[in-house]
């Protein structure tokens, strides 16, 4: 019976990104802001948004990150849609940063060191290609940094394998639900937040700490 007991916690507090919330107006698409004057964006996908969102926006200099659905071929795809892997898409963040604060090679490191990025199509107990790792360029310089940044993790082996991130051209992010945007902070309690995503969080914290903003350093 006690092994039953420990089976059942451990099913409920691994459970996957997908059925880690109560399905609710799921219909309800945040929405997607223009980027205010000298302001640059980012786009990566690396596992559950809930807690790359988090870890993107505690970076100095970040002033928004937006959850949503890249890499595919629906046209405002919605969670569920997402979930069952015919639209291709990734869950992704798209980072709204000031530049003259954050550079985009920072922000590059801090990607890799929000997942684990040698990992294919699979974070922890998320599995499948909605979940992949995948970073987006707007320009050949974006590119080249990505490129870059992936030859210094994996010379300094902080992975035991290789990167296996994809690297693709910026096409279209589409926003997801309102409920997924600042999902990590309200939902502290839960069992995959805490189990799964606020380890993430932590883990971030520490590689990054220099470039935090001040009340998320220790």
Same mark, same amino acid.
């Given at each position: 019976?006690?092994?039953?007991?420990?089976?059942?916690?451990?099913?409920?507090?691994?459970?996957?990104?997908?059925?880690?919330?109560?399905?609710?107006?799921?219909?309800?698409?945040?929405?997607?802001?223009?980027?205010?004057?000298?302001?640059?964006?980012?786009?990566?996908?690396?596992?559950?948004?809930?807690?790359?969102?988090?870890?993107?926006?505690?970076?100095?200099?970040?002033?928004?990150?937006?959850?949503?659905?890249?890499?595919?071929?629906?046209?405002?795809?919605?969670?569920?849609?997402?979930?069952?892997?015919?639209?291709?898409?990734?869950?992704?963040?798209?980072?709204?940063?000031?530049?003259?604060?954050?550079?985009?090679?920072?922000?590059?490191?801090?990607?890799?060191?929000?997942?684990?990025?040698?990992?294919?199509?699979?974070?922890?107990?998320?599995?499948?290609? =909605?979940?992949?790792? @995948? $970073?987006?360029?707007? +320009? &050949?310089?974006?590119?080249?940094?990505?490129? /870059?940044?992936?030859?210094?993790?994996?010379?300094?082996?902080?992975?035991?394998?290789?990167?296996?991130?994809?690297?693709?051209?910026?096409?279209?992010?589409?926003?997801?639900?309102?409920?997924?945007?600042?999902?990590?902070?309200?939902?502290? =309690?839960?069992?995959? @937040? $805490?189990?799964?995503? +606020? &380890?993430?969080?932590?883990?971030?914290?520490? /590689?990054?700490?220099?470039?935090?903003?001040?009340?998320?350093?220790?």
């Amino acid at each position: 019976m006690k092994k039953l007991i420990l089976y059942i916690a451990g099913v409920f507090l691994f459970v996957g990104c997908a059925n880690g919330q109560p399905k609710q107006n799921e219909d309800a698409m945040a929405s997607l802001p223009k980027p205010k004057a000298g302001e640059a964006i980012a786009t990566f996908g690396g596992g559950c948004f809930w807690s790359m969102s988090e870890a993107m926006s505690e970076l100095k200099g970040v002033n928004k990150v937006v959850s949503g659905y890249a890499g595919g071929n629906t046209k405002n795809p919605t969670y569920e849609e997402v979930s069952t892997r015919t639209t291709n898409h990734a869950e992704t963040v798209q980072v709204y940063y000031d530049s003259k604060v954050i550079s985009y090679a920072t922000i590059a490191d801090a990607f890799f060191f929000a997942h684990d990025p040698t990992t294919l199509n699979r974070q922890g107990p998320d599995e499948g290609t =909605d979940y992949r790792s @995948i $970073a987006f360029y707007r +320009t &050949p310089e974006e590119k080249n940094i990505l490129l /870059a940044t992936i030859k210094k993790v994996n010379q300094s082996k902080h992975y035991n394998n290789p990167i296996v991130t994809q690297v693709v051209p910026f096409t279209v992010f589409y926003a997801a639900e309102n409920y997924h945007q600042g999902y990590y902070k309200t939902h502290l =309690d839960q069992p995959y @937040i $805490a189990s799964v995503s +606020t &380890p993430k969080v932590m883990k971030f914290r520490k /590689a990054m700490a220099v470039d935090l903003k001040p009340e998320f350093r220790k």
